[in-house]
């Protein structure tokens, strides 16, 4: 399996992109970074989106997107995500106000994208690859995903608060190389991490307890101003499976 790192970041500035990874080369998690870290060539190789939740920074790109692949693919790229999230879509950006709904055009048949909704814990086999959306505890309906190709598989648990199942789950898939998950501002701000249900460094120290395995953890989504203060947090967590996220990493397994 091949996972590209298109953007990682919990706000969009020069050099730091929003949320993005690509599975081998055919199937995107998020898309707040498609059309700016790929060619149209590459983006049309995309066959399908999985969304983790309706937040603008895992959802901006999607009406370029759409516009780029438009009338270039046979088959509709499908959208996966949540029943909850696909309502925002169709109501809020794909609506012929924000953005024209190409979920119709150019018809309702043979569409540009396709709306399909996940349930949580059941696994959906695309492209050879199976993609587990887990429940997390964010402001709006999320999921992250576990990636598995039957050999080697990774977690990405998105945006989240404290929460159990998704470490339950990585404690129990014996084939797991990595886990992505995040922390979103500094210590001094826990409010504002409870708020808006993410997580500070010392937040995700205690969620890092749940995590009986020795795996490499990537830490995605800090806010890009905060970095300077965060960075050292998270060392001064000691946990030496901690490293950081970077876009356009590359992993192959
Ligand atoms: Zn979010
Ligand atoms: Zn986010």
């Given at each position: 399996m091949e996972l590209r790192i298109l953007g990682c970041s919990g706000g969009e500035a020069d050099g730091e992109r929003l949320t993005g990874l690509l599975i081998n080369e055919q199937v995107a998690i998020d898309a707040g970074s498609i059309t700016g870290a790929l060619t149209v060539e590459e983006q049309k190789r995309i066959r399908h989106v999985f969304l983790s939740?309706?937040?603008?920074?895992?959802?901006?790109t999607l009406p370029f997107f759409t516009k780029n692949i438009f009338g270039h693919n046979a088959e509709p790229v499908e959208i996966h995500a949540l029943p909850e999230t696909l309502d925002v879509l169709r109501r809020h950006l794909f609506n012929d106000e924000l953005w024209p709904d190409f979920s119709v055009i150019p018809n309702p048949d043979?569409?540009?994208?396709?709306?399909?909704?996940?349930?949580p814990e059941q696994g959906y086999t695309v492209c050879?690859?199976?993609?587990?959306?887990?429940?997390?505890?964010?402001l709006v309906p999320c999921v992250g995903y576990k990636v598995d190709d039957g050999k080697d598989a990774f977690i990405f648990t998105s945006d989240t608060c404290h929460t159990d199942r998704i470490w339950e789950v990585a404690n129990a898939t014996p084939n797991l190389r990595l886990l992505i998950t995040e922390a979103s501002f500094p210590n001094e701000q826990d409010w504002l991490a409870v708020a808006s249900k993410h997580l500070t460094p010392r937040m995700l120290?205690?969620?890092?307890?749940k995590l009986t395995r020795n795996v490499p953890v990537a830490i995605y989504h800090l806010t890009p101003g905060d970095k300077p203060q965060m960075l050292p947090q998270l060392r001064a967590l000691g946990d030496p499976r901690l490293r950081m996220l970077e876009q356009n990493e590359q992993f192959a397994w």
């Open positions: 939740h309706s937040h603008l920074d895992h959802i901006c043979d569409p540009t994208i396709r709306y399909t909704e996940v349930v050879g690859v199976t993609f587990t959306p887990i429940r997390v505890n964010h120290g205690e969620e890092l307890k």
